[in-house]
T-cell receptor
């Protein structure tokens, strides 16, 4: 059964720092991987989706990479801002394309 | 405005009662999903539906039931058989289910259920 792990569980950084969030998964037979942002008490907002054939995706200050063979993805946030404070979740979709398996999330706080 | 709505935002239930959570989407998506989120944890899939009048169990379906009578609606009932129902419930939808570039999921704002 697929398991997804996110490290660290929580992270606090000063404003302006570049940072990396990590996601690992046990079964490399995935269809795609998605990174989400969740603000407290809110739903999920999709940030980036990487197909299994892709190595990375970029959106503004965010860059997500995927190494399927090693079961790893990273989310790179450049020049962090207090508005980036939220929980970041990664999720992998199985090859049947139906099931999303989520990691536990990384709770990020960016201090002014 | 296109999107996914969930109601109510907060719900309180006494032990032994069934309660139904509403999820509506006007995105014309075929597939809909229900997830449960416990504090500090990721989401776990309860049920999903790929088409009207069809639905499949997810990882934690015990104590829950769903229906899909209309394309835009996918209500979730938390029954008294669910032993620990206090959680944050999220509904999602996608254009299609299955291996497709159209299976990206979009989420509603969630319902927080508390059992008193």
């Amino acid at each position: 059964k697929q398991e997804v792990t996110q490290i660290p569980a929580a992270l606090s950084v000063p404003e302006g720092e570049n940072l990396v969030l990590n996601c690992s998964f046990t079964d490399s037979a995935i269809y795609n991987l998605q990174w989400f942002r969740q603000d407290p008490g809110k739903g999920l907002t999709s940030l980036l989706l990487i197909q299994s054939s892709q190595r990375e995706q970029t959106s503004g200050r965010l860059n997500a990479s995927l190494d399927k063979s090693s079961g790893r993805s990273t989310l790179y946030i450049a020049a962090s801002q207090p508005g980036d404070s939220a929980t970041y979740l990664c999720a992998v979709r199985d090859n049947a394309g139906n099931m999303l398996t989520f990691g536990g999330g990384t709770r990020l706080m960016v201090k002014p | 405005d296109g999107g996914i709505t969930q109601s109510p935002k907060y719900l309180f239930r006494k032990e032994g009662q069934n309660v139904t959570l509403s999820c509506e989407q006007n995105l014309n998506h075929d597939a809909m999903y229900w997830y449960r989120q416990d504090p500090g944890q990721g989401l776990r899939l309860i049920y999903y539906s790929q088409i009207v009048n069809d639905f499949q169990k997810g990882d934690i379906a015990e104590g829950y039931s769903v229906s899909r009578e209309k394309k835009e609606s996918f209500p979730l009932t938390v029954t008294s058989a669910q032993k620990n129902p206090t959680a944050f419930y999220l509904c999602a939808s996608s254009v299609l289910a299955g291996p497709s570039s159209y299976n990206e999921q979009f989420f509603g704002p969630g319902t927080r259920l508390t059992v008193l």
